[in-house]
């Protein structure tokens, strides 16, 4: 019994060590994979950061290389971009120069016409060939669905976008092909109170982010630009820069007589010139006391008297024409049934147009087609002299303004021929008027010899 007894204990510290063993055994094993497993750490350590010490470095001499853009740079940019927008005479044209000016920003642009529930490619640029003004134009936004673009129409202001918002659009996808990384932008082109287009921006890819304070002020401004010539369309005031507008005719006026002396370069036959008296719409009387004067008479032309009295001023001094010597030629009272503009005799001014045309003795709607166009070539000569003061005076003195304003005269001389040529045909040239007077200082030698001269 007693020898058993040790055998057991013997046994049983036998096992436990075995057991130990083991376990010390297995513990080797794991804290050898654990220091590998360190040892693997520290070495993708060490890799990543040589690595992110080289991409510092190559980032830093990228950062170095890329030309720093002064604030006045950015601001001169911007103002440029929003004179050649005051410069647009078309709605159209201001889309156009819009896409124009943001494409030169290293940023795709597109707009879209809002008409209704949808909105129509209208512009684009920055797309590459394959993106044609045909293929574009075809292009229909439904507004009656859930996207990006109904909700710039709903809120009136920009949106931020992506690929993955626009999923519903899949014809605007397939055709502006926007990267899945870029930021897209929609800003609305509100006209009129309301949102009349949609501007679409992206950086095409670049990795770049998108002037976005830029991109609102020329959208901001191109929607200002809309209603200035809605505002215009609608007629012109001395306020607006144009002529001045003739005074409204007055119905309730006084009923007075306007007596008008002609003065003529040689004595008719004293039976020949009856005196014609009516009654007319008037502010005043002129005398035989009164200078010679010139009448403008807008209405239209009143019915012959029976004879023809010719109001060419004589030879000064200027006398009065007399029937038989010593016999005073009697006073003509003209009756006029419309409004009668008296202005002074001014120096003929420079016109285009053939000797013998006449615009009064066209008829009323006639003559007003010509005014419009008058004041429509000096708005736009004007608008040009104002945001190229310096070529002007540099033109005029070296005699080559259209050699240095020549982009500027063509397109402005394209959209008055757009809106006018049809109308007033080769008889009459008043862009080349408002250039001569505008521009060249009433001196047509100023435009100089590459000017290709008047249309008429």
């Known amino acids: ?99 124009e000016e943001a494409a030169q920003w290293g940023v795709r642009a597109a707009v879209f016409d809002v008409r209704g529930k949808a909105a129509w490619g209208a512009s684009a640029k920055g797309f590459g060939p394959e993106l044609t003004e045909k293929v574009f134009r075809g292009l229909v936004i439904p507004l009656n669905q859930g996207n990006p673009f109904r909700q710039v129409c709903e809120i009136g202001a920009h949106v931020d976008a992506t690929v993955r918002a626009l999923k519903r659009n899949r014809n605007v996808l397939e055709k502006l092909k926007p990267t899945a990384d870029d930021s897209i932008l929609l800003l609305p082109i509100r006209s009129a109170g309301e949102v009349a287009a949609i501007f679409y921006a992206d950086p095409g890819g670049k990795g770049e982010p998108l002037p976005v304070n830029a991109l609102k002020i020329l959208s901001e401004f191109a929607g200002a630009q809309l209603d200035r010539l809605m505002a215009l369309s609608g007629g012109f005031s001395p306020e607006s820069g144009g002529e001045e507008a003739a005074p409204p005719p007055v119905a309730d006026a006084p009923v007075e007589e306007v007596t008008v002396e002609a003065i003529v370069d ?40 029976a ?35 008296v202005v002074p005799e001014a120096a003929p001014e420079t016109r285009s147009a053939p000797v013998d045309s006449d615009v009064s003795l066209l008829s009323e709607d006639e003559q007003k087609i010509h ?45 008055f021929d757009k809106r006018f040529g049809k109308t007033l045909g080769k008889e009459f040239d008043y862009f080349h008027d408002e250039l001569v007077r505008i521009l060249a200082a009433s001196d047509s030698t100023a435009l100089g010899p590459e000017y290709p001269g008047p249309s008429a």
């Open 1 to 99: 019994m007693a020898e058993t007894q040790p055998n057991l204990l013997a046994d049983a510290i036998k096992e436990a060590r075995e057991c130990l063993a083991k376990e010390l055994s297995s513990q080797a094993e794991q804290l050898q994979k654990l220091i590998e497993s360190v040892a693997e750490l520290r070495e993708c350590h060490q890799r990543t950061t040589e690595e992110a010490e080289q991409q510092w470095e190559a980032l830093a001499r990228a950062e170095a290389s890329v030309p720093r853009v002064s604030p006045d740079t950015v601001l001169e940019n911007a103002l440029g971009a929003m004179r050649n927008l005051m410069i647009c005479t078309l709605p159209e044209q201001v889309l156009q120069v819009l896409t």
């Open 266 to 305: 040689r004595p008719p036959a004293a039976d020949a010139v009856p005196e014609v008296r009516e009654e007319v719409v008037a502010s005043g009387t002129l005398t035989d006391e009164s200078p010679a004067m010139v009448a403008e008479v807008s209405a239209p032309a009143v019915e012959p008297v």
């Open 307 to 341: 004879a023809v009295v010719e109001t060419e001023p004589a030879p000064p001094p200027p006398e009065k024409a007399t029937a038989e010597e010593g016999t005073p030629l009697p006073l003509v009272e003209v009756a006029l049934a419309e409004e009668v503009a």
């Open 371 to 415: 005014k419009d166009a008058k004041r429509f070539a000096k708005l736009l000569v004007s608008e040009i002299e104002l945001y190229n003061k310096v070529k002007v005076a540099d033109g005029r003195k070296n005699k080559d303004v259209y050699k240095r304003l020549k982009t500027d005269i063509d397109r402005s001389r394209q959209t």
